[in-house]
């Protein structure tokens, strides 16, 4: 049974990554438009692209991701068209939402790939939705955070269980998670929300462990500006080649795009290696079956009745997101 009329769609918006070595430049402009930084900065980045062939994965993930959600769509009766759009790099969001009233659609709800809140997971995406659907016969609605959705938690809660079956002992659970400038940390409820996050996938364990820590990776911007703390690296090299085994777990990232292969897979991998502490990855839930069910399950509460889901105490995320929530903060200004 058709549960929405055809001028309604899915629109999975997301950060956006260069398909070849000639957009790396100008999509990292993008990325940092408005912050005045310098392209000999910029160009220090672009080499961890040149390291993969100046191609980001995220959106060949992305697409594969839309592909497992039309699958997953048509087999509960939802007659959704999908659309792509991307913050940073092609295909823009506000193109995309030009296709989709060229279409003759009049609603877009809209899953945008971050699970959790902060300006640039939550708020930001709004304003770009806001600009892009601006004078536009579209509405164009923001689904709810997930990052306490027993969609996203049980997978990683596998993937962790299988990454630390691979160890011969109990290994140190380490979860990451894109730092950001603690002003922009006190406007929103990042840190808590990952926290949370953790601790519901570690309460779900089957295999032992030794204990687990939250730090930080890919930290940006001038230096004087302090960001979330401890970052990946830094943990690991205090930790010591005395330490258990360690298990990095991306938590903050739903697919292994460039932040989780240069970052993780590359430099995390090298200092680990540097010290003799073993280490591992659990895989980021990509398209596992029970996420992609997720993102149809909150479609669904757009649509329908159906239930919201959460674990933990705190409950579903309000949707819409409440008021004032994920503030950018004021820009600090140069060092005294």
Same mark, same amino acid.
């Given at each position: 049974m058709t549960l929405s009329p055809p001028s309604t769609a899915v629109l999975v918006f997301s950060f956006g990554g260069p398909n070849g070595p000639d957009d790396v430049m100008p999509f990292l402009r993008n990325v940092t438009k408005g912050r005045n930084v310098p392209d000999e900065r910029l160009a220090v980045v672009a080499t961890q692209y040149e390291q993969f062939g100046g191609r980001s994965p995220i959106n060949d993930q992305n697409l594969a991701l839309i592909d497992a959600l039309r699958s997953e769509l048509d087999e509960h009766g939802l007659n959704l068209p999908i659309y792509f759009g991307n913050r940073n790099w092609e295909p823009f969001v506000a193109d995309t939402v030009d296709q989709m009233? *060229? +279409?003759g659609i009049d609603r877009a709800i809209v899953f945008v790939t971050s699970a959790f809140g902060s300006y640039s997971g939550c708020r930001q995406y709004r304003e770009n939705l806001s600009v892009a659907g601006d004078g536009k016969p579209i !509405?164009? /609605?923001?689904? %709810?955070? =997930?990052? @306490? /959705?027993? $969609? =996203?938690?049980?997978p990683v809660t596998a993937k962790v269980d299988a990454a630390l079956a691979a160890h011969d002992s109990p290994a140190r659970i380490v979860f990451t998670a894109h730092s950001i400038p603690e002003s922009m940390a006190a406007t929103c409820d990042y840190e808590a929300q990952l %926290? *949370? &996050? &953790? &601790?519901?996938?570690? +309460? $779900?364990? !089957? @295999?032992p462990h030794a204990g687990w820590d939250l730090v930080f990776q890919s930290r940006s911007g001038p230096p004087h500006i302090p960001w979330l703390e401890p970052d990946v690296n830094d943990f690991l090299t205090e930790a010591g080649s005395a330490s258990d085994p360690v298990t990095l777990v991306p938590l903050g990232f739903i697919s292994d795009h460039m932040e989780v292969m240069f970052d993780l897979d590359t430099q995390a991998v090298e200092t680990a290696e540097s010290i003799g502490v073993s280490l591992n990855r659990a895989p980021t839930v990509g398209t596992d079956p029970r996420f992609v069910s997720m993102i149809r399950e909150l479609i669904e509460e757009q649509l329908t009745d159906a239930p919201k889901l959460w674990l933990g105490d705190d409950g579903p995320w309000p949707d819409p997101c409440p008021d004032g929530h994920c503030a950018l903060p004021a820009r600090p200004g140069p060092p005294g």
């Open positions: 009233v *060229t +279409d !509405s164009l /609605h923001k689904l %709810r955070l =997930f990052y @306490n /959705h027993p $969609g =996203f938690i049980e %926290r *949370t &996050a &953790a &601790a519901l996938v570690v +309460d $779900g364990l !089957s @295999n």
